[in-house]
T-cell receptor
Framework: SQQGEEDPQALSIQEGENATMNCSYKTSINNLQWYRQNSGRGLVHLIL?????REKHSGRLRVTLDTSKKSSSLLITASRAADTASYFC???????????FGEGTQLTVNP | DADVTQTPRNRITKTGKRIMLECSQTKGHDRMYWYRQDPGLGLRLIYY???????NKGEISDGYSVSRQAQAKFSLSLESAIPNQTALYFCATSDGGLSDTQYFGPGTRLTVL
């Protein structure tokens, strides 16, 4: 079974609104990463958060990690139509180890 | 030029045929991965290689084999393709360092009839 599970599976919002996606995982991790995939294309790394970190920012992205709840959230503020994509979380058990991906959240931002 | 390239980008084949998907990278990374993506199932790891002499099975290696010809090249083979191997296949690389970021190729869409 997948280590990471995203929620919701699909999200549709209007341009300018914030989008929040959640990821839950089952076992202890070293780090958690978020990736973006435009339709039919390869994944692109967005942000990495380590197990000893609680929050990280990158531009309009904000990621939080709650290791006690084994969950993470990705917030995209002031969304744009160009943010339309699938977003995946991926977990690593140890630094430099292989990643386990969740099933993704399909985000649609309507102009 | 793209850092991670995959060939072919699209392939239609018939059941029982042998297929090879190729991946090349110019990032100088030691680690390379092959994933399969099916709708609603996310990415699943088929095989991975942490250096030229290292090959490891992932979670769904049955029906697949790989070859690491050089640091920059990692090929995935389907010895006898079957319809349920129809999927989008991605190659990825990483340096295995603290950044732990994986860099993906553009994908190969494989259809087995």
């Amino acid at each position: 079974s997948q280590q990471g599970e995203e929620d919701p599976q699909a999200l549709s919002i209007q341009e300018g609104e914030n989008a929040t996606m959640n990821c839950s995982y089952k076992t202890s991790i070293n780090n958690l990463q978020w990736y973006r995939q435009n339709s039919g294309r390869g994944l692109v790394h967005l942000i990495l958060i380590r197990s000893n970190e609680r929050e990280k920012h990158s531009g309009r992205l904000r990621v939080t990690l709650d290791t006690s709840k084994k969950s993470s959230s990705l917030l995209i503020t002031a969304s744009r139509a160009a943010d339309t994509a699938s977003y995946f979380c991926a977990t690593a058990m140890a630094s430099g180890s292989r990643l386990t991906f969740g099933e993704g959240t399909q985000l649609t931002v309507n102009p | 030029d793209a850092d991670v390239t995959q060939t072919p980008r699209n392939r239609i084949t018939k059941t029982g045929k042998r297929i090879m998907l190729e991946c090349s990278q110019t990032k100088g990374h030691d680690r390379m991965y092959w994933y399969r993506q099916d709708p609603g199932l996310g990415l699943r790891l088929i095989y991975y290689s942490f250096d030229v002499k290292d090959i490891n099975k992932g979670e769904i290696s049955d029906g697949y084999s790989v070859s690491r010809q050089a640091q920059a090249k990692f090929s995935l083979s389907l010895e006898s393709a079957i319809p349920n191997q129809t999927a989008l296949y991605f190659c990825a690389t990483s340096d295995g360092g603290l950044s732990d970021t994986q860099y993906f190729g553009p994908g190969t869409r494989l259809t087995v009839l």
